[in-house]
């Protein structure tokens, strides 16, 4: 099952789609609402009218990852729906040929992470913070964000983001390269869309092409883990998780 109705679209024009994340309170994820996504980004991929996308949040934070309080609860079946949707949706997003536009305007932690590791230009204000908490929630990586995280970010601070498990802030994520500007608040919205105008005058077939031979290698690497992963059939919580994330709630 679907559900991307907690994305609305905006159409500015020119070619240039916006996606509007906006399951408040903290667009917390949930397979569901992870493969309307997967749906929505697969199908702007393939749009020849679309020449660039933007990402943004309708909520205060970006992000803040997994639904913890219903994951808590999930059984087998629900351990595998989660790290299959995690794995498409944000496969879907870094595969796209299109270029795409991350407008980041607060916290975007742990699943939320990888709507910025995966798009092409990030843009945050300058209370964002980023971070990767699996490792404080007693989970590892599905293949997919893992992946993900392996092409985007350098040995150390993927050591220092997944080790850790504490966030970073922006300008800690733009000498990281993380973040590729930082703005203030009233200029975000404008400024993802003064970017995505240069990036849709990019000759499209141009763009895609070398967009593929960036990340051709860590994709079909990345696929592969994720069909190994699927194979094996294994949970994805041990002993520790449940408590884990319940302490993490609060």
């Not at 989970?139 to 993927?158: C, H, K, R, S």
């Not at 500007?181 to 993802?192: G, S």
């Amino acid at each position: 099952m679907a559900d991307h109705t907690w994305i609305a679209q905006n159409d500015h024009g020119d070619g240039i789609v916006e996606l509007v994340l906006n399951h408040a309170p903290v667009n917390a994820l949930e397979p569901e609402r992870l493969m309307g996504f997967h749906n929505l980004m697969n199908g702007l991929s393939t749009d020849g009218n679309v020449h660039a996308v933007i990402l943004s949040s309708g909520c205060k934070v970006f992000s803040a990852g997994l639904n913890l309080k219903q994951a808590q609860h999930f059984d087998l079946d629900g351990q595998r729906a989660i790290v299959d949707a995690l794995n498409l949706g944000f496969m879907a997003l870094f595969e796209c040929p299109k270029p795409v536009i991350c407008a980041i305007n607060g916290p975007a932690i742990a699943g939320g992470l990888f709507f910025v590791l995966a798009s092409d230009h990030r843009i945050s204000v300058p209370h964002a913070q980023f971070g990767l908490a699996e490792v404080r929630v007693g989970v590892d990586f599905p293949a997919g964000p893992l992946g993900i995280a392996q092409e985007m970010l350098d040995a150390n601070m993927t050591r220092r983001l997944m080790m850790r498990g504490q966030p970073i802030d922006s300008k800690s994520a733009l000498a990281a390269g993380v973040v590729d500007e930082i703005v203030e608040p009233d200029r975000l919205a404008q400024a993802a869309l003064d970017a995505a105008q240069e990036f849709a005058q990019i000759p499209p077939a141009a763009y895609a092409a070398v967009k593929s031979q960036l990340r051709a290698d860590a994709i079909a690497r990345t696929k592969a883990a994720i069909a190994a992963e699927t194979a094996a059939d294994l949970p994805w919580f041990t002993d520790e998780t449940a408590a884990a994330m319940a302490r993490m709630i609060g």
